[in-house]
């Protein structure tokens, strides 16, 4: 085992986080802040050939050993998150620490806060009126562009890509914020008029880059008010409500790697977490044509449901 002389402390995803190795994008933790007293999640370097020899196959590239769930990544490396507590990175030989910052900051994570009962969504998480709205939707369905398009009128980004969804000792699911950044592709950019000269390009995605929201980004959880669903469709621009079974089936969905939550033994905490709060939440479907821009349409739909959905909880608070 390895670990390095210095550590580095964080707070993201409403946690602490120790790390041997960098990890730029996070927050630094103050330690005068409640955060410091809580137990960190650990970030170490660790060989871990002999675990993946040892543990139980799950899949291919997935396997369990005692209470470590370890990833095998081709041409990247082995990866152990242990009990919520420790992420564990062995890289394979000279893999760019960049690569395995991507997936701590995204799987590992993910798993982590499986390990502590906190709900992973894929997706990007904005403050909008003092509450939190999540988008989510399939690969290419256009987060990233609708997120930008959002921050562009004011709002505020909590989270790109992985949302940490915790439920509170009053039964309402909030959202903890995770580090001021997106991930956007270069027609996004194009499309706001920004250009890509001197930010960093994603490992492997010379196309997909890094971009830096601190002045937009909010540091103080909120709580979850709504998730919006993006698909593409044949049809026109549109917005609907989910209703019924397909509200909950919607946050399924969108779990974030939700193939681990079976090896993770995790199955019935996850039905029983969904269900505890999906009845307070709005849930929409964005109807999102797959030829011509309708950003700003969709941006306007979105604004406009938070509004209602505002307003509706002022009218409950009148006496």
């Not at 969804?165 to 950044?181: D, F, I, S, T």
């Not at 905490?269 to 044509?289: A, D, K």
Request: glycine share 6%; aromatic share 8%.
């Amino acid at each position: 085992m390895h670990i390095r002389n210095q550590s580095y402390l964080y707070r993201s995803f409403g946690l602490c986080i120790e790390s041997d190795m960098p990890l730029p994008e996070l927050p630094l933790l103050d330690l005068h802040r409640e955060e410091a007293l809580t137990s960190p999640v650990t970030v170490q370097e660790m060989d871990l050939s002999a675990f993946w020899l040892e543990a139980s196959p799950v899949q291919s590239h997935i396997a369990m050993h005692k209470d470590m769930l370890l990833l095998h990544i081709p041409k990247t490396g082995l990866f152990g998150m242990q009990a919520g507590e420790r992420i564990y990175y062995s890289p394979n030989g000279a893999t760019e620490l960049d690569k395995i910052r991507l997936y701590i900051l995204g799987t590992c994570m993910a798993v982590v806060l499986m390990q502590r009962k906190i709900l992973p969504l894929h997706g990007s998480a904005l403050e909008i009126d003092g509450a939190c709205y999540a988008i989510v939707g399939d690969s290419g369905a256009g987060k990233s562009t609708l997120s930008s398009f959002l921050l562009r009128q004011g709002h505020s980004l909590l989270s790109d890509d992985l949302i940490a969804v915790a439920v509170n000792a009053h039964g309402v699911p909030q959202v903890m914020p995770a580090y001021p950044q997106q991930k956007i592709w270069q027609e996004t950019l194009d499309m706001l008029g920004r250009s890509s000269a001197g930010l960093s390009p994603l490992f492997d995605r010379e196309t997909k880059f890094a971009v830096g929201v601190q002045e937009q980004f909010c540091h103080q959880p909120l709580p979850l008010a709504g998730v919006f669903e993006l698909v593409k469709s044949e049809e026109n621009a549109a917005i609907m409500p989910v209703v019924g079974l397909d509200r909950l089936q919607l946050l399924l969905q969108h779990t974030f790697r939700g193939f681990l939550l079976r090896p993770l033994g995790l199955l019935d905490w996850h039905f029983r977490m969904l269900t505890s709060f999906v009845n307070q939440i709005e849930l929409y479907r964005l109807q999102r044509p797959a030829k011509g821009s309708t950003v700003q349409q969709l941006t306007e739909f979105v604004t406009e449901a938070a509004g209602l959905k505002k307003l509706e909880d002022l009218c409950v608070l009148e006496p």
